[in-house]
Nanobody, 120 residues
Framework: QVQVVESGGGLVQAGGSLRLSCAAS????????MGWYRQAPGKQRELVAT??????NYADSVKGRFTISRDNAKNMVYLQMSSLKPEDTAVYYC???????????????WGQGTQVTVSS
């Protein structure tokens, strides 16, 4: 069973920092793109940041404050969040494009989400 699991959410004051982690596990041939999305109450899920190979992409709202990185050997992706604002409060989801079966099959997996709450 191929899955991704997030960790690292919590409650932090405005201006603080948090680091989210996400691990992909199972019979994995290779993990291609990985990313973080978030969904605030009453809003649609939105992209936060993605990383594919050495290329990164960020939502304008987090540029300069969040940094995405990955450890390919461990099939993990991280999101370092700094200068957090109350509007960053949301459930953060990890997403990964995972190849199995010697690379012939591509699966997309979502984590269960981790809550990030930023108090003012």
């Amino acid at each position: 069973q191929v899955q991704v699991v997030e960790s690292g959410g919590g409650l932090v004051q405005a201006g603080g920092s948090l680091r989210l982690s996400c691990a992909a596990s199972g019979s994995i041939f290779r993990v291609d793109a990985m990313g973080w999305y978030r969904q605030a109450p009453g809003k649609q899920r939105e992209l936060v940041a993605t990383i594919t190979g050495g290329s990164t992409n960020y939502a304008d709202s987090v540029k300069g404050r969040f940094t995405i990185s990955r450890d390919n050997a461990k099939n993990m992706v991280y999101l370092q969040m700094s200068s957090l604002k109350p509007e960053d409060t949301a459930v953060y989801y990890c997403n990964a494009d995972i190849r199995i079966a010697s690379g012939r099959t591509l699966l997309q997996r979502w984590g269960q989400g981790t809550q990030v709450t930023v108090s003012s």
